[in-house]
């Protein structure tokens, strides 16, 4: 069954679909809402727990995007994925957000009619963009903060800081993610977090302490990237990355970084990193998430 957050008129939902990005997912899931809160303030958010409908409504056809989650993507969806992109010239820009419990042929399945398949870590932070969204302005060149690509791994780390450098910014590399030796604000750090290493989270906890890091998780899933997020980290990408997502996100990172106004933080709440959770160990990995007070 379907249920819309807002409702509206036939007639100025016909007039209004076709301006508006389309969500669907299931809205009692508070990821699967941060997912919805990055995209634009307008979006059509769509209560879909079940099964995606087998007849699509106008309101998500005329869309200029339609963006859904799946916390299993089944043979099922990958059909009426197929459905919705047929259905003519005005189809939509198809972002498929997709949860760790589906399976690989269903995922690429869903990538011969989806402009873009996305596991659920990272959509937070790049389903806007992949569903076409306009990001803000990007900084001038002289105002771009430095970033430091961490990673131990010598060619990944120097393939990192050609990307880094392509989008326009000033960087240096490092083998470990040190503090800061100099006067000033520090750089950015894109780190190649060392997850499999013990107590890597309060290496990331220490460096956030000094300024803002885009965390690159190998294999990230929701918590991982909860826990990496309560270590203070500003954003998560997993690896590999999409090379434009990673500049997309350093632009994000950035402005916010030197135009900390309250507008800029209204403007982009759905991507600041929340409180993350306490987590309460009793080995390597976590065994219980609590909520901080």
Request: proline content about 8%.
């Amino acid at each position: 069954m379907l249920e819309i957050e807002a409702a509206t008129s036939g007639s100025e939902a016909g007039a209004e679909s076709a301006r508006r990005v389309w969500f669907g997912g299931d809205l009692s899931d508070a990821w699967v809402v941060e997912i919805a809160e990055s995209l634009p303030d307008n979006t059509l958010r769509v209560d879909l727990a079940g099964e995606l409908p087998e007849a699509w409504p106008e309101s998500a056809r005329g869309a200029r995007a339609v963006v859904l989650h799946r916390s299993l993507l089944t043979a099922g969806d990958v059909s009426r994925l197929s459905e919705l992109r047929s259905s003519g010239a005005t189809s939509p820009r198809l972002v498929v957000c997709f949860g760790p419990l589906s399976r690989y042929r269903e995922t690429q399945a869903a990538a011969s009619y989806a402009d873009a398949v996305l596991p659920e870590s990272i959509a937070p932070e790049v389903a806007s963009r992949r569903a076409g969204i306009a990001a803000g302005a990007r900084l001038e060149p002289g105002r771009r903060p430095a970033i430091e690509v961490v990673s131990d791994n010598a060619s990944l780390r120097e393939m990192l800081a050609d990307v880094c450098r392509a989008g326009g910014y000033r960087v240096s590399t490092s083998r470990t993610a040190a503090p800061p030796t100099r006067d000033g604000p520090a750089p950015i750090a894109v780190w190649d977090v060392p997850v499999l290493e013990r107590e890597w989270w309060h290496a990331l906890e220490r460096r956030a302490r000094f300024g803002p890091v885009v965390a690159l998780l190998g294999f990230a899933d929701r918590a991982l990237v909860l826990e990496a997020r309560g270590a203070g980290a500003s954003a998560c990408l997993d690896l590999p990355c999409d090379i434009d997502d990673l500049v997309a996100v350093l632009d994000r990172v950035s402005r916010r970084a030197v135009e900390p106004d309250p507008s800029i933080l209204r403007l982009e709440a759905a991507h600041r990193a929340p409180r993350g959770p306490r987590i309460v160990r009793a080995a390597r990995r976590p065994t219980e998430l609590k909520p901080r007070t």
